[in-house]
Protein backbone atom coordinates (compact mmCIF):
# COMPACT_ATOMS: atom_id res chain seq x y z
CA UNK A 1 0.00 0.00 0.00
CA UNK A 2 1.72 3.06 -1.23
CA UNK A 3 2.07 6.34 1.58
CA UNK A 4 -0.24 8.62 -0.06
CA UNK A 5 -3.09 6.06 -0.74
CA UNK A 6 -2.53 5.36 3.30
CA UNK A 7 -2.90 8.85 3.99
CA UNK A 8 -5.91 9.55 1.71
CA UNK A 9 -7.78 6.67 3.90
CA UNK A 10 -6.46 8.36 7.03
CA UNK A 11 -8.08 11.87 5.35
CA UNK A 12 -11.56 10.30 4.65
CA UNK A 13 -11.54 8.65 8.46
CA UNK A 14 -11.47 12.38 9.92
CA UNK A 15 -14.36 13.80 10.82
CA UNK A 16 -15.46 17.22 8.64
CA UNK A 17 -14.36 20.53 9.97
CA UNK A 18 -16.97 21.96 9.87
CA UNK A 19 -18.95 20.10 12.05
CA UNK A 20 -16.57 21.82 14.98
CA UNK A 21 -17.41 24.93 13.26
CA UNK A 22 -17.96 27.91 14.33
CA UNK A 23 -15.42 27.28 17.29
CA UNK A 24 -16.26 29.80 20.03
CA UNK A 25 -13.25 30.72 22.78
CA UNK A 26 -14.08 31.42 25.78
CA UNK A 27 -13.13 34.86 25.99
CA UNK A 28 -16.43 35.12 22.69
CA UNK A 29 -13.65 35.01 19.69
CA UNK A 30 -15.25 33.32 16.69
CA UNK A 31 -12.92 30.69 14.61
CA UNK A 32 -14.84 29.83 11.46
CA UNK A 33 -12.50 27.78 9.81
CA UNK A 34 -9.66 28.73 7.48
CA UNK A 35 -8.73 28.96 3.68
CA UNK A 36 -5.79 26.24 2.68
CA UNK A 37 -3.52 26.21 0.22
CA UNK A 38 -2.33 23.16 -1.26
CA UNK A 39 1.64 22.38 -0.32
CA UNK A 40 2.40 20.81 -3.29
CA UNK A 41 0.32 22.95 -6.33
CA UNK A 42 -0.54 25.98 -4.07
CA UNK A 43 -4.32 25.55 -5.19
CA UNK A 44 -6.67 26.95 -3.39
CA UNK A 45 -8.74 24.09 -0.83
CA UNK A 46 -12.27 24.84 0.04
CA UNK A 47 -13.36 24.39 3.51
CA UNK A 48 -15.56 21.37 2.71
CA UNK A 49 -12.18 19.46 1.46
CA UNK A 50 -10.67 20.25 5.13
CA UNK A 51 -11.15 17.02 8.15
CA UNK A 52 -10.05 17.27 11.44
CA UNK A 53 -10.09 17.84 15.02
CA UNK A 54 -9.89 20.71 17.36
CA UNK A 55 -8.55 20.31 21.09
CA UNK A 56 -9.28 22.98 23.05
CA UNK A 57 -6.63 24.54 25.53
CA UNK A 58 -6.74 26.51 28.70
CA UNK A 59 -6.06 30.39 28.27
CA UNK A 60 -8.43 30.73 25.20
CA UNK A 61 -5.81 28.87 22.45
CA UNK A 62 -7.03 25.69 20.34
CA UNK A 63 -4.92 22.81 18.69
CA UNK A 64 -6.34 22.26 15.03
CA UNK A 65 -5.34 19.30 13.70
CA UNK A 66 -6.37 18.96 9.83
CA UNK A 67 -5.96 17.47 6.65
CA UNK A 68 -7.28 18.68 3.36
CA UNK A 69 -7.59 16.84 -0.16
CA UNK A 70 -6.43 19.02 -2.86
CA UNK A 71 -9.28 18.77 -5.78
CA UNK A 72 -6.71 20.24 -8.36
CA UNK A 73 -3.86 17.32 -7.86
CA UNK A 74 -5.25 15.13 -5.23
CA UNK A 75 -2.85 15.56 -2.31
CA UNK A 76 -3.69 15.36 1.15
CA UNK A 77 -1.84 18.18 3.37
CA UNK A 78 -1.88 18.45 6.71
CA UNK A 79 -2.70 21.57 8.89
CA UNK A 80 -1.65 21.54 12.66
CA UNK A 81 -1.81 24.67 14.60
CA UNK A 82 -1.81 26.60 17.45
CA UNK A 83 -4.66 28.93 17.35
CA UNK A 84 -4.58 31.73 20.38
CA UNK A 85 -7.61 34.18 21.00
CA UNK A 86 -6.28 35.81 24.16
CA UNK A 87 -5.57 39.09 21.96
CA UNK A 88 -6.46 39.09 17.77
CA UNK A 89 -6.51 35.40 16.72
CA UNK A 90 -3.63 33.97 15.13
CA UNK A 91 -2.34 30.76 14.42
CA UNK A 92 1.40 29.50 14.56
CA UNK A 93 1.80 26.77 12.52
CA UNK A 94 3.26 23.47 14.39
CA UNK A 95 4.54 20.98 11.79
CA UNK A 96 7.40 23.81 10.57
CA UNK A 97 5.83 24.42 7.26
CA UNK A 98 5.26 27.86 5.87
CA UNK A 99 1.67 29.47 6.57
CA UNK A 100 -0.80 28.38 4.44
CA UNK A 101 -3.46 29.25 6.24
CA UNK A 102 -5.50 33.00 6.18
CA UNK A 103 -7.80 32.85 8.96
CA UNK A 104 -11.92 33.91 8.01
Not at 62 to 73: E, G, Q
Amino acid sequence: MSTEFSHQMEWILLPPLTDALPYLFDNGTAFNGFQAQCDRCAAAIKLSAIRGQLSPLPANRMVLMAAARCDACQTVCDYHYLLDASGELSAVRLDGDSDGVSRQ
